[in-house]
Every structure is written in structure tokens, then in C-alpha cells.
């Protein structure tokens, strides 16, 4: 399985960017796909999630009713559409995936297997 993260940027606070996370090989075998984001010398924080197997979707509180994810199965890909941007949203972001082979808490980055190679996002203010 391969994750290519890519549509980071510089954007002003109140703006918005689209994250896309492209995969290949056999993610759709896996319970989840999430976006994390880390600062420096930080732990990788949970975004959002979307389920690969129905089309429950998952938040963070501090991005809940800003951000949405939502997938292109024709593309393989998932999307983190990202509005209202704050200073503090500020990070690089990573996609995951999971291997399937047990359903574990998606808010955890130790329940992924398979990560991206991150986008780095930076809001101005």
C-alpha cells in the first residue's frame, strides 16, 4: 500500500485549501483512512477519519464544521477539504491507512500501518 499526500500550502487565515491523499495497492482492504497533522517535536494529532467500508466520517473537535473528508473511489483518492483556516491549523499533515487485519481506534496514529509522506499546511495570519 502507498499514500501520496499532496495540496499543502501557504494560505491566509479564512481561507481554504484541499488536501488530497492518492492511494494505491490494496488500502481499500483496510478499516480506515485518516489525516493526522504534527508541529515540530510534537505527537501526530487526529484530523478526521473516513471509513472505508460504509461512509462514516470522523472529526476532531477543533475542526469539526471546517473541515470535511470525503473520498473519490473511481480516483482512489481522499480528500480533506479545509475551510475557514486558522493560524493554529498550521502543521504538516499526514494520510494513513490501516491494514485491515484488526479494527482499532482511528483517533491513534499506532493504529495505522501505512502512512504518507506528509504536506506541510501554514496559515498566516
Known amino acids: 500500500v502507498q499514500l501520496q499526500a499532496s495540496g499543502g500550502g501557504l494560505v491566509q487565515a479564512g481561507g481554504s485549501l484541499r488536501l488530497s491523499c492518492a492511494t494505491s495497492g490494496r488500502s481499500f482492504s483496510g478499516y480506515f483512512l485518516g489525516w493526522f497533522r504534527q508541529d515540530p517535536g510534537k505527537e501526530r494529532r487526529f484530523v478526521a477519519a473516513?471509513?472505508?467500508?460504509?461512509?462514516?466520517?470522523y472529526y476532531d473537535d477543533s475542526v469539526k464544521g471546517r473541515f470535511t473528508i470525503f473520498r473519490d473511489n473511481a480516483k482512489n483518492t481522499v480528500y480533506l477539504q479545509m475551510n475557514s483556516l486558522k493560524p493554529d491549523d498550521t502543521a504538516v499533515y499526514y494520510c494513513?491507512?490501516?491494514?485491515?487485519?484488526?479494527?482499532?481506534?482511528?483517533?491513534?496514529?499506532?493504529?495505522?500501518?501505512?502512512w504518507g509522506q506528509g504536506t506541510q499546511v501554514t496559515v498566516s495570519s
Open positions: 494513513a491507512t490501516d491494514d485491515g487485519m484488526s479494527r482499532r481506534p482511528y483517533r491513534i496514529p499506532s493504529s495505522y500501518n501505512y
Open positions: 473516513i471509513s472505508w467500508t460504509d461512509t462514516s466520517t
